[in-house]
């Protein structure tokens, strides 16, 4: 099991990135977002050009409810990645399964290793 944050740090209705890594030592970048108190997880990857859904690292994410593409300006839907708009038709966010074990987000390593 990888810790990554307390949900409490990411304000209701954003997102976070954090680089986490998995036991065989690979660095994997996921987004969090607190959407009314339950984690939401997506590899923090861009599905049009591969690269991070965000480039400052003050950057929030979630618009109106909706994950924004920071290099695009795609939107996904935060309850399952899906493409709304954008150069992302037709694909959507890689989910990532979250659990809250008193209020620390964690991920199991397993789901790391099969993401990629």
């Known amino acids: 099991m990888v810790t990554i944050c307390q949900l409490d740090a990411i304000p209701q209705g954003e997102g976070r990135s954090f680089t986490v890594e998995s036991e065989d030592g690979q ?10 108190g ?6 923090d990857r861009c599905t049009h050009f591969g690269v991070g859904l965000g480039v400052r690292s003050d950057y929030r994410y979630v618009l109106d409810g909706e994950i924004i593409c920071q290099t695009h300006y795609a939107r996904f839907a935060v309850d399952d ?4 708009s954008g150069e992302c038709a037709g694909e959507g966010l890689t989910a990532i399964a979250l659990t809250l074990i ?15």
């Not at 660095?27 to 009314?36: K, P």
């Not at 990645?81 to 709304?84: D, E, F, K």
């Open 102 to 116: 008193d209020g620390a987000v964690i991920c199991a390593d397993s789901v790391l290793t099969q993401s990629g």
């Open 81 to 84: 990645g899906h493409c709304i």
């Open 38 to 43: 339950e984690a939401r997880g997506y590899l």
């Open 27 to 36: 660095s994997h970048r996921l987004l969090v977002v607190n959407d009314n």
